[in-house]
């Protein structure tokens, strides 16, 4: 046997140069063929653009560009030739996209791999049966009535025993510069995590270092999408082959992520999981599998924590920018619950018609995820006439939809909540219009827990609190990632509100 084995190690050395021959012949092969299909040379004034960063001189984002391309082409649809990218802005090719051609338009293979090391077969990564079991299940959880309450309950936890007292304690602190959106990133994985695997991290208690599962994660989404953004998925493939550069932090990052999903799934198991309410133990009474459990984990914290932690600092970032909003914020809350009274339940919390109409307001102008894409199965015509051949990718993007005069009407630069009202009542747009939170069969499952969220801290620190911007710049400038982060944080100083009885 020993014999065998060594025979065959020492053939293989014989054919070792043969090998790395035919290997780099079949590599050149598919790098041509790639080059072929991929238009890399493409030199349209978009492409050119793109390739040559020249955008970079007039915009500081690229959804900042993306958006004024959008609302300067007739059909609100674009090309982005070097990248097989058809970008759409037009609400009528949202809906056939999302809905009418849903099955045409999975999140496909590219994406998949693009995500596959960090979102594994997770909801958010794939299609077909995996995604029907997964979103059956979360939505038989997410839908209860129940469930609403449960959040309300760990959202103003958290509020008043960890984020009131630290905001409390820098308050008027001379270098009581604080970075909020920090923060943010921090209330919002300890919410998520109490609420889909009932475990609490506390990572607000900002004594303590962020956790090492939230660096990680944070390292992870960033690499995964500088990976999508690359002309060539060949470059990191290779380097990830090679465990180079970026591709090496990925695995680092990945090790770190994998050891500690384990470990709340270990503790889920030890606390049991057969009367608990939080998601992580519904999906544990149907699935054993270790590392489905792991990928369902990872896409759920993607799901709640950074989606929950951006929204939050656009708000205070325009909030911030816009004391009038505030004040009638104030104003409405004390008509509704009482000058020094706070919601008790989830349901007065739905009669800020004002507040909610400000929340909706900032996503519209700052979505959380300023983009999605889908990749074409069969050749299609969007209903705004564009051809789209099979294997495109095709991306709709709220962020350009947001700054739409055709979709807004003129004052659509504008932060203006008053926009929701109709005789003072909330009153949505068409989820086409505003896909922030997707919309069709896909729409995201988190909706009614993000709002409370968000409402819950607005409403809980703008009565508190006032929030003053010490950032260098006056535009928000985000940095490339799966969700929308500011550049640089959003550093604000923060002066508690004086007043003769505390708010509750
Ligand atoms: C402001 C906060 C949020 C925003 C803007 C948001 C937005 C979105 C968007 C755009 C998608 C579609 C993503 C894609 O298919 O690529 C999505 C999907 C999803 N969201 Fe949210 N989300 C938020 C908060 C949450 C929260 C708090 C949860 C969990 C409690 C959640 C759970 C999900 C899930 C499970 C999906 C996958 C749905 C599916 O593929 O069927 N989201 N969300």
Redesign the pocket.
């Known amino acids: 046997m020993e014999l065998g084995v060594s025979c065959f190690f020492h053939s293989l050395h014989d054919l070792t140069p043969f090998l790395l021959f035919a290997a780099i012949i079949l590599s050149l092969t598919w790098v041509f063929l790639y080059l072929l299909r991929a238009n890399l040379w493409c030199n349209c004034e978009t492409c050119e653009a793109y390739l040559t960063l020249s955008w970079t001189k007039q915009f500081h984002n690229l959804s900042d560009w993306y958006a004024h391309l959008l609302k300067n082409s007739p059909t609100k649809t674009i090309h982005l030739h070097v990248l097989g990218n058809t970008i759409t802005g037009n609400p009528d090719n949202v809906e056939y996209m999302l809905t009418t051609r849903f099955n045409n338009y999975p999140?496909g293979k590219p994406f998949s791999t693009i995500l596959g090391d960090f979102l594994g077969l997770g909801?958010?990564n794939v299609d077909g049966d995996l995604?029907r079991f997964q979103?059956k299940m979360?939505s038989l959880e997410?839908d209860r009535f129940s469930i609403r309450s449960y959040a309300f309950e760990i959202v103003h936890f958290e509020i008043e025993q960890r984020l009131i007292p630290l905001l409390s304690s820098v308050s008027g602190s001379n270098h009581g510069v604080l970075d909020l959106q920090d923060v943010f990133r921090r209330f919002s994985f300890d919410t998520?995590c109490r609420?889909?695997f009932g475990l609490d991290p506390r990572c607000l208690e900002m004594s303590l270092p962020m956790s090492d599962f939230a660096v990680a994660f944070d390292l992870a989404s960033k690499l995964s999408a500088e990976r999508a953004m690359s002309v060539s998925p060949l470059v990191w493939k290779i380097k990830r082959m090679m465990n180079l550069g970026n591709e090496k932090k990925m695995k680092e990052a990945l090790k770190m992520i994998n050891i500690l999903a384990q470990e709340v799934i270990r503790q889920r198991r030890k606390m049991g999981f057969l009367n608990h309410k939080d998601l992580l133990s519904r999906f544990m009474r149907t699935v054993s599998d270790e590392k489905f459990l792991r990928d369902i984990v990872i896409?759920?914290l993607l799901?709640?924590r950074d989606?929950?932690a951006?929204?939050l600092s656009s708000l205070f970032w325009l909030l911030a920018k816009h004391p009038e909003v505030g004040s009638s914020i104030r104003l409405e809350a004390d008509k509704v619950l009482g000058p020094n009274q706070g919601p008790t339940c989830y349901k007065q919390l739905r009669e800020l018609h004002y507040l909610q109409a400000a929340v909706y307001e900032s996503?519209r102008l700052y979505?959380?995820?300023q983009f999605?894409s889908k990749f074409c199965q069969e050749d299609d015509v969007l209903p705004d006439g564009t051809f789209v051949k099979r294997g495109t990718r095709v991306t709709y993007h709220?962020y350009a939809m947001g700054r739409m005069e055709a979709i807004w009407g003129p004052d659509c630069l504008e932060f203006k909540p008053e926009r929701w009202l109709r005789d003072g009542v909330f009153f949505p747009e068409s989820p086409f219009k505003y896909?922030?939170?997707?919309a069709g069969?896909?729409?995201?499952?988190?909706?009614e827990?993000?709002i409370l969220?968000?409402k819950s801290v607005a409403l809980s620190l703008f009565r508190r609190f006032q929030f003053q911007l010490a950032t260098t710049y006056d535009t928000p400038r985000f940095s490339p990632g799966l969700t929308a982060t500011l550049s640089g944080g959003l550093p604000v100083l923060v002066r508690e509100i004086v007043t003769t009885t505390n708010h509750p």
């Open positions: 999140k909801i958010f995604w979103r979360a997410l998520i609420f889909s896409s759920f799901a709640g989606t929950v951006s929204a996503m979505p959380p995820i999605d709220p896909p922030v939170f997707q069969y896909r729409v995201c499952l988190g909706k827990m993000a969220e968000l």
